[in-house]
């Protein structure tokens, strides 16, 4: 499906997952970030979403929570402080790639 | 001679293995095929009775059998550890170093829990306070807990998804329900359930049906609870964000991860140590004779005997056709299909695919049943319980379930019907039980 997100159409699943990581930008990542309640986006943040964004592109899976608590730099309990409630999924959402299929 | 080597003689091993030598029975007694297993254990554990297990309705040794046993005599069992597999050489190398080489290769080591992977839940406390009932010895020495207490807050928490039978600590918190109920102590219980999902369930129409169950069973719900840590002294549960819940009794679902040398044989699984497998031909992304199955892989299906039991079907073929040098088949589509036990002599019926959630309707035959899907039924009760004989003599030697094939069937299924009953949930007032102290 195609969700309007900014100005921009994207393709997205039904949860606004973008389908396509080379639509995105960083624009595109604020303005998912303040339809999710996260931020305003700091250099914190940036190093986890540019972090998932790498992994899933180089591996095609995006990384679990604990991978990015022991690699990306940032500690477990930080990411929780900086993305609320679901690190990992609210840092994929943001940073333009599908949904993590950890959770089914 | 093609050498067939599966890893792991679990339920998705056992099965792949006797499909494997009954396709192959011509090839295997001409010596052209040779079929190995290998397994570090030789004790074949009929997994779904751990959950009964810890409330006394089943004794450990009516849930094991031996692993040879399980396996058609032509079918050889190796019993080793393994150390790692090598996707460019071909071999699968062993702890006792041997190692054995392979034209086909079927990863089907299941998962495992790691409790020493949130701080402090393998501390002081662990075995006392603190529970696990998803191996033999953990879910017996909880039998041994449930029966000492006597009142307090029990607590049920998943740790972090994925988890083996993902509805189990659901109809844990039901059976616990049954139990002291039954015990005449309810009252003196309060029974908590704590996700890391936002609600009972990752679907909608079955997540409204338990919650509204819990609800009626006076079971409190906690969500979107990723637990952090864990002090066993004090009795407290943590989240990463800092929330806390006290407990006298922990169960816990501890994380899962794939089996240890899938993380030394490099390229074969993710980082939480799953094979990265294609979701519908179940080849893996490491190499094209390597396969995978069960709750080995990363496919996002649940991790429960029944797909593996669908799987098979489509795996048995795959691994024809790979051999055979046809393309693979991409039949395989998420399929699964779970008793939910909710105590009190009943249980739901669930049955569902990678696009389909579990619906309202009628199974196996449709518009008649006898099962109903997403209903509290004795029937359906009935039906988990006659499951372990169906589960040594039907599942485990390979054989079809009449009625029941690999991809789901929407027939019998009712897409829009939601049921009137779950959607204005409303407080009913508690059953007193029989026997309850005052």
Redesign the interface.
């Given at each position: 499906m195609t969700t309007m997100i900014g100005n921009v159409a994207l393709d997205t699943d039904a949860e606004g997952f973008l389908q396509k990581p080379e639509q995105w930008t960083p624009e595109i990542g604020e303005e998912i970030a303040r339809e999710v309640g996260v931020g305003p986006l700091g250099e914190r943040h940036w190093t986890v979403i540019h972090f998932m964004r790498d992994r899933f592109l180089t591996t095609?899976?995006a990384?679990?929570?604990?991978?990015l608590g022991k690699e990306s730099g940032v500690p477990?309990?930080e990411?929780?402080?900086l993305f609320?409630?679901?690190p990992a999924k609210l840092a994929a959402k943001i940073g333009g790639i599908p949904k993590p299929?950890?959770?089914? | 001679m093609k050498n067939i080597v599966i890893l792991g003689g679990g339920t998705a091993g056992t099965i792949m293995a006797n499909r494997l030598r009954r396709l192959f029975a011509r090839e295997l007694a001409t010596s052209g095929m040779h079929i190995t297993v290998v397994d570090q254990d030789e004790r074949h554990l009929y997994q779904p009775g751990l959950l009964f297990l810890p409330f006394g309705l089943y004794e450990p040794d009516q849930l094991v059998k031996p692993r040879r046993r399980q396996l058609h005599e032509d079918v050889e069992l190796v019993q080793a550890a393994i150390e790692h597999v090598d996707v460019e050489r071909r071999e699968v190398y062993l702890t006792d170093r041997r190692s054995l080489p392979y034209d086909v290769l079927i990863v089907a080591t299941g998962t495992r829990i790691v409790p020493e992977e949130t701080e402090g839940l393998t501390g002081p406390g662990w075995g006392e306070r603190m529970f696990e009932f998803y191996t033999l010895p953990g879910a017996t020495r909880l039998r041994d807990a449930l029966a000492r207490f006597t009142g307090g807050r029990l607590v049920i928490d998943i740790v972090e998804m994925p988890i083996k039978c993902p509805v189990a600590p659901l109809e844990f918190a039901f059976l616990a329900d049954w139990y002291f109920t039954k015990r005449g102590i309810r009252d003196r219980v309060d029974i908590t359930y704590v996700t890391p999902l936002d609600g009972a369930f990752t679907k909608a129409i079955t997540s409204r049906a338990l919650t509204h169950l819990l609800d009626e069973k006076h079971i409190r719900m906690e969500t979107e609870f990723s637990a952090g840590r864990v002090d066993g002294t004090a009795g407290t549960l943590y989240s990463w964000d800092e929330r806390e819940i006290p407990f006298d009794l922990l169960v816990t679902i501890p994380l899962h991860m794939g089996a240890d040398y899938i993380s030394r044989s490099p390229g074969l699984g993710d980082d939480m140590g799953f094979v990265r497998t294609n979701p519908k031909t179940l080849q893996s992304l490491a190499a094209p004779d390597v396969f995978a199955i069960g709750d080995a892989t990363n496919v996002p299906a649940s991790k429960a005997g029944s797909v593996a039991h669908f799987e098979a079907e489509v795996l048995a073929d795959n691994v024809h056709r790979f051999i055979e040098g046809r393309p693979l088949g991409e039949g395989f589509d998420g399929h699964a299909n779970c008793f939910i036990e909710t105590g009190f002599d009943k249980a739901l019926l669930i049955d569902f695919n990678y696009d389909v959630e579990p619906l309202h309707g009628s199974f196996p035959i449709p518009w008649i049943g006898p099962m109903r899907l997403l209903e509290e039924t004795r029937l359906n009760h009935l039906g988990k319980l006659a499951f372990r004989w169906v589960y040594w003599n039907v599942l485990l030697p390979g054989h079809d379930i009449p009625g029941v094939g690999p991809r789901m069937s929407m027939r019998g299924k009712r897409p829009e019907a939601g049921p009137p009953s779950i959607t204005t949930p409303t407080r009913s007032p508690r059953a007193e039980p029989a026997g309850s102290a005052p």
């Open positions: 095609g899976q990384p679990s929570i604990r991978t477990v309990k990411l929780y402080q609320p409630k679901g299929h950890g959770c089914i | -």
